[in-house]
């Protein structure tokens, strides 16, 4: 059986060079930053007559995870529950995913501020409020302000595609007032 010799009489002064060769580890507690419970992608045409819309924006959000926009939704809503906030809109049943989405998210309604807020924290953005008319709040009545059904510029689309540039939906399509796209003059 082999004798146990303590290590400094067994190595000597080896002891005192390793110590000089390891460092110290820092053994404070590091601060990690937030997550973000969907990936933060950068709002498009903040700042143009072009600027996407909230609604576009969560559709890009679920393309972007590649979930159906139900699930994210869904997510969102737990999201906000979870935090305190509250409901951010009534949850509906509905075949088609994108009347999950009211043009009204876009607008100048306090369910608009709720999902600002709720996908702001779960983004860890803090602009999202640019894709809305929220900072027309105080300018802009609510009624008739949205269409009913979806439009588009083709050409615009077809524009984007063919440049392989991010496909979306900018908010002025959703106004009910909006006529002519401002970039191709094309008539909705």
């Known amino acids: ?11 000597g002064g080896v002891r005192s060079s390793v110590a000089s060769i390891i460092e110290p580890w820092d053994l404070t ?29 969560l559709l890009r959000l679920a393309e972007a995870h590649a979930v159906p926009v139900r699930a994210l939704t869904d ?20 075949a088609r995913p994108y009347r ?6 876009n607008g100048v309604e ?12 779960a983004t860890l953005r803090d602009d999202l409020m640019h894709v809305t008319l929220l900072a027309f709040k ?8 949205f269409r009913r059904f979806r439009t588009w510029c083709p050409v615009c689309l077809e524009e984007w595609r063919a440049s392989g540039a ?14 002519v796209c401002p970039a191709t003059d094309s008539r909705s």
């Open 166 to 179: 991010s496909v979306y939906e900018p908010l002025l399509w959703s106004l009910r007032v909006a006529s």
């Open 110 to 121: 306090e369910s608009a501020i709720r999902w600002v807020h709720a996908l702001n924290a």
């Open 29 to 57: 507690t590091l601060v990690v930053p937030p997550r973000a419970r969907f990936y933060p992608l950068e709002p498009i045409g903040v700042g143009t007559p072009l600027v996407e819309g909230l609604t576009g924006y």
């Open 1 to 11: 059986m082999a004798s146990v010799v303590p290590c400094a009489t067994a190595l």
């Open 75 to 94: 997510e969102l809503h737990r999201c906000a529950a979870a935090a305190g906030g509250g409901p951010i809109g009534p949850k509906r049943d509905c």
């Open 138 to 145: 105080d300018f802009l009545c609510r009624l008739s302000l």
């Open 100 to 105: 999950l989405l009211s043009y009204s998210v």
